[in-house]
């Protein structure tokens, strides 16, 4: 099914309560990814979700403005839930959105520039429900701000695709051994639950196109009590940044914004 909604069409702040959706799927996991421009990131992130997530989920696609031809490739994709908005709406506001239709018992924002592998989302899973305490969880990478998520690079061996599939089996399958609370995980790969993100009320939008709303939002996890964990026993190739470079977004520069926003928010605590 391919889903567009005339309401969020346009511009403005949304409450991600998911009020206007029935209750959760029990078992069911929301993957949330946004795009925007850069087609060549995004068609190898959905087709290793379709490929490696045999859990039962649902996709949900929010287009923020693309004019590269993504909105047509992302139209053929089955099952599918796009959300189209006319303009790039950032990562706060484009992903409330994504909840606010979301009919999960867990959520799990994607970014578009990511290849997720064989067995990611179970034993991302896994580690959540381990403990009713854990908050959010998110997995190993090779490339990332928050380096305690990065694999070392002297044990990064794969040059392709084929080869990160076979990088990322020898991780081997669950292990609480591998898992590690961290006090900050990465927006790239997030997953949370449904009660928890409705309790908080989903990302802050004054962030505006995107980096500092996955620090608010971990904050405020561990302001409620949970834990923050670092699944690793998952890897995840993530080219970080890719959709700000396709479009020409000066990173360093949002950054030194964003970073005003989040310590003006929280003075003592960031």
């Not at 949330?32 to 045999?54: D, F, G, K, M």
């Not at 991780?171 to 609370?181: R, T």
Request: net charge positive.
């Amino acid at each position: 099914m391919v889903f567009t909604s005339k309401a969020l069409q346009v511009p403005g702040r949304v409450k991600a309560n998911m009020g206007g959706v029935p209750g959760p799927s029990p078992g069911l996991t929301s993957i949330i990814v946004l795009t925007h421009n850069a087609l060549w990131y995004t068609r190898q992130c959905i087709e290793s979700v379709r490929r490696h997530t045999p859990e039962p989920h649902e996709l949900i696609i929010v287009d923020n403005a693309s004019t590269d031809g993504t909105v047509n490739y992302l139209e053929k994709i089955p099952g599918a839930v796009l959300i189209k908005s006319k303009i790039n709406l950032g990562y706060g506001s484009g992903n409330n959105r994504g909840l606010a239709v979301a009919r999960g018992e867990h959520i799990l924002f994607l970014n578009n520039d990511t290849v997720v592998t064989a067995g990611w989302l179970g034993k991302l899973l896994t580690c959540l429900h381990s403990d009713p305490k854990i908050g959010a969880v998110g997995p190993k990478t090779n490339r990332l701000g928050n380096l305690r998520q990065v694999v070392q690079k002297a044990d990064q061996k794969y040059r392709d695709m084929r080869e990160l599939q076979e990088f990322a089996r020898r991780f081997g399958g669950s292990n609480p051994a591998k898992w590690e609370d961290l006090p900050w995980l990465s927006g790239f790969c997030l997953l949370s639950t449904r009660h928890l993100l409705q309790k908080l009320g989903g990302f802050d939008e004054r962030f505006g196109l995107g980096l500092c709303e996955d620090n608010d939002l971990c904050l405020r996890i561990r302001m409620a009590g949970y834990r923050l964990v670092c699944a690793g026993d998952t890897f995840i190739h993530h080219y970080q940044s890719a959709t700000f470079r396709e479009n020409g977004i000066d990173r360093g520069k949002l950054l030194k914004a964003n970073l005003v926003k989040l310590r003006a928010k929280w003075p003592r605590k960031v």
